[in-house]
């Protein structure tokens, strides 16, 4: 899913092309991604784009004089700027914005359709979507404790969550807690002022820094290499590959249709966490520590080779 690095790009992007331009038309191709029927559609044609924003991963258009698109990208939706007026086209297409000098595409892989767009009317309405996080760019070390205190859980769930953190998600927590050298799953709770202190520094760093990775990457142009696994990510995505800092293999922890990527030795002192499905399968066979891993891995890369050998 498009995280804050990704949707601040988008929307430094579309600010270049859209303000104070007129929407003039728009193309719904799929009936799932229109999420609202008031105010209909029409009544946004024809005004002119007076800001572009972000709320939490969320994207929004804002009309003159109250009018509002806003529109989610979920896990698989992405946008797409075309020169002249190009149509929703494909079975990825969910709709088109068409403006002067271009068109915004809308689109998303996949079949769950779960991307939205929300038409709205209304500055108070704009509220509803906001999930009420803490946004962490501009946020003091006093409001960032606040929030990451304001419920015990454990430091992945917290900072993935949007009543708590606006605009973090799986792909950037496992970054952010990486050079923090702290556990995901260590609970708020435990974590005394310097661990704060640090993971507050390393919240905001880890985004400045992505920010400006992806806006020299975009450059001039629209972005179109949004996506959650990127080869300079240290440890997202990365299961089984080394540590930029240690070398030690990364680890992953599987649940729902995400994962959570660590270093063992940079992270939890050693310790290999328990995933959920496979350390319940393996029982008594889990490592549990890197060494115990190694001795695993050592023992299947042997195997492996006894049999090729004998083929």
């Known amino acids: 899913m498009p995280e804050l690095p990704d949707i601040t790009i988008y929307v430094e992007s579309l ?19 229109l999420r609202t029927f008031e105010p ?5 044609i024809g005004r002119k784009v007076a800001a572009v924003n972000r709320i939490g991963k969320q994207i929004v258009l804002e009309l003159e004089p109250d009018y509002a698109l806003i ?24 709709a088109a914005f068409h403006f002067p000098d271009g068109t915004l595409l809308f689109t998303e892989a996949g079949t769950k359709k779960r991307a939205s767009l929300h038409a709205v009317r209304g500055a108070n309405t704009r509220e509803q979507f906001d999930r009420g996080g803490l946004e962490v760019l501009d946020s003091s070390f006093e409001d ?9 859980h454990t430091l992945k769930r917290s900072l993935t969550d949007p009543r708590l953190f606006s605009g973090i998600g799986n792909a950037y927590s496992d970054e952010i807690l990486h050079r923090a050298r702290l556990s995901p799953l260590r609970q708020t709770k435990t974590l005394n002022e310097k661990d704060m202190r640090n ?17 020299s990457q975009a450059g001039s142009g629209f972005p179109d290499r949004v996506t959650a696994f990127r080869p300079e990510m240290a440890v997202h995505g990365k299961f089984g590959k080394a540590c930029p800092r240690c070398g030690t293999a990364v680890q ?20 290999i966490l328990a995933d959920r499905s496979l350390s319940r399968l393996l029982k008594e066979d889990w490592p549990r520590t890197i060494e115990e891993l190694e001795v695993t891995e050592g023992f299947k890369k042997s195997k492996d080779l006894s049999l090729q050998k004998s083929d």
């Not at 600010?15 to 991604?33: A, C, N, Q, T, Y």
């Not at 007026?85 to 494909?90: K, S």
């Not at 993971?199 to 806006?215: A, F, G, N, V």
Request: charged share 30%; hydrophobic share 30%.
């Open 199 to 215: 993971l507050h520094r390393s919240t905001k760093e880890t985004m400045e820094e992505w920010i400006d990775r992806i806006r």
């Open 252 to 271: 992953r922890i599987s649940y729902a249709e995400n994962e959570c990527n660590y270093c063992p030795r940079c992270q939890t002192g050693g310790k």
């Open 15 to 33: 600010r270049s092309r859209v303000i104070d331009k007129r929407l003039e038309g728009i193309d719904i191709r799929s009936p799932f991604v």
């Open 71 to 94: 529109i989610h990208l979920m896990i698989a939706g992405r946008l797409h700027w075309k020169s002249g007026r190009t149509g929703p086209r494909g079975k990825l297409a969910l």
């Open 40 to 44: 209909p559609i029409p009544e946004f």
């Open 144 to 152: 960032f404790r606040a929030s990451l205190t304001a419920e015990n």
